[in-house]
Every structure is written in structure tokens, then in C-alpha cells.
């Protein structure tokens, strides 16, 4: 069945990077985009990034410039590199399957993994 | 970017209907379809699609959930409300870059 789970630190500092991993099971990264969505702790949910099934990548134009996802696809893993981190970077952060047969949406999601920035 | 606004609560009786509204600032509209997606998230869990292209039923829902709407304006529908509603309802559009309403609570009066 289809599977998605987040790894990664737990705990970062400030000004560091993040450096979180996707891996997935169940379906293959060149059929799938990979979508990272984020949400901090009491707040709504924010998309911050997708890797397409051919490699490319876009990305939320506020995380632009400190974001980047890439992939292994022998290993089915999607990992997300995150720079200059803040506070207001703490989140549990998801990754998603985005389905784009029928519309584009995020059929199956990872469990989370929350991630604090804190020194 | 499609900015998404929804009311931040909405508090229903049990066995009624709650209708929760998510308007966008641009037509997500496309040959058709309207792009536009419900989720549900309970605490401390992820969230989990409801609904697709505005009135499709993800696999597995109940009928009593279901979608309507196009263009910038759109519902969720829940009839008849069960305690195990209670939650935050999502919209999220994928005309352009994926983004998300605030979310609206779903309370028991």
C-alpha cells in the first residue's frame, strides 16, 4: 500500500540547515510528484515545495530562496534542504503524494515529523 | 498566489448540516474543473483528503460529506454532523502553486 514517512533531527538550531528525507513506498517517484507542506504548532498548513516526476522542482516563492528538494528514486526517498533557519521555522513538517491523473491534490500523506528550531 | 479564505470557526448541533466556505481570490477554473480540494485534520494527526475537484468523493468518505462550488467560491457540506467530525476542514487550490485556506474548526454545539 502506499506509504509516506518523514524523517529528520527533531531539534535544530538557529541559522542552521535542515535536513529532512521522504521516503515512500507503494509507488514510484517518476509516476508521482512529492510535495513537502508544512504547519506550525497551531497554525494552518502551508505548501512549501514540490519535486515532479521528472525531476523538476517549484517552489513556495516565500521559501524560495532557502529551499531545496531533491530525490533519490533507487532509494524512493525525497529530501528537503531548508537553510538559515528560524524560530518561526518550527513546524511539523509533512510530505505528500500529489496526485495529478484527476486535478492535482494530496492523496496520501506522511505521518509528520516535527521539527523545533531552538538554540 | 490564489489566496484562500475561510471563517476560522463553526460550531453545529449534532444530526445537523454544517457548511463550511472557502472563497478564493482568483478563479481556479480550468477546461471544466474546478481546482479546488477539502481536507480534514483531527489533532496530532495528518491531514487527510475529503473531497477533489471541488465535488468528488475520495475513496473511502462518507456521503455525507460532499463539495460544491466554482469559480471563487466553494463548500463543504456535512449532513449529518457526527461527533467524530470535529476537526479542522482545509481548502486548498491547485489552479496555480498549491495553497491552502486558514482552515475553519469544526466545534459540537
Known amino acids: 500500500q502506499v506509504q509516506l514517512k518523514e524523517s529528520g533531527p527533531g531539534l535544530v538550531q538557529p541559522s542552521q540547515t535542515l535536513s529532512l528525507t521522504c521516503t515512500v513506498s507503494g509507488f514510484s517517484l517518476t509516476s508521482y510528484h512529492v510535495s513537502w507542506v508544512r504547519q506550525p504548532p497551531g497554525k494552518?498548513?502551508?505548501?512549501?515545495?514540490?519535486?515532479?516526476?521528472?525531476?523538476?522542482?517549484?517552489?513556495?516563492?516565500?521559501?524560495?530562496?532557502?529551499?531545496?528538494?531533491?530525490?533519490?528514486?533507487?532509494?524512493?526517498?525525497?529530501?528537503?534542504?531548508?537553510?538559515s533557519l528560524q524560530t518561526e521555522d518550527t513546524a511539523t513538517y509533512y510530505c505528500a503524494r500529489d496526485e495529478t491523473t484527476e486535478g492535482d491534490y494530496f492523496d496520501y500523506w506522511g505521518q509528520g515529523v516535527m521539527v523545533t528550531v531552538s538554540s | 498566489d490564489i489566496v484562500l479564505t475561510q471563517s476560522p470557526a463553526l460550531a453545529v448541533s449534532l444530526g445537523q448540516r454544517a457548511t463550511?466556505?472557502?472563497?478564493?481570490?482568483?478563479?481556479v477554473d480550468y477546461y471544466g474543473n474546478s481546482y479546488m480540494h477539502w481536507y480534514q485534520q483531527k489533532p496530532g494527526q495528518q491531514p487527510k483528503l475529503l473531497i477533489y475537484l471541488a465535488s468528488n468523493l475520495a475513496s473511502g468518505?462518507?456521503?455525507?460529506?460532499?463539495?460544491?462550488?466554482?469559480g471563487t467560491d466553494f463548500t463543504l457540506t456535512i449532513d449529518p454532523v457526527e461527533a467524530d467530525d470535529t476537526a479542522t476542514y482545509y481548502c486548498q487550490q491547485s489552479r496555480n502553486l498549491p495553497t491552502f485556506g486558514g482552515g475553519t474548526k469544526l466545534e459540537l454545539k
Request: with cysteine.
Open chain 1, 44 to 83: 494552518g498548513l502551508e505548501w512549501m515545495g514540490v519535486i515532479w516526476t521528472g525531476g523538476s522542482t517549484a517552489y513556495n516563492s516565500l521559501l524560495k530562496s532557502r529551499l531545496s528538494i531533491s530525490r533519490d528514486i533507487s532509494k524512493s526517498q525525497v529530501f528537503l534542504k531548508m537553510n
Open chain 2, 20 to 27: 463550511i466556505s472557502c472563497k478564493t481570490n482568483q478563479n
Open chain 2, 61 to 70: 468518505i462518507p456521503a455525507r460529506f460532499s463539495g460544491r462550488g466554482s
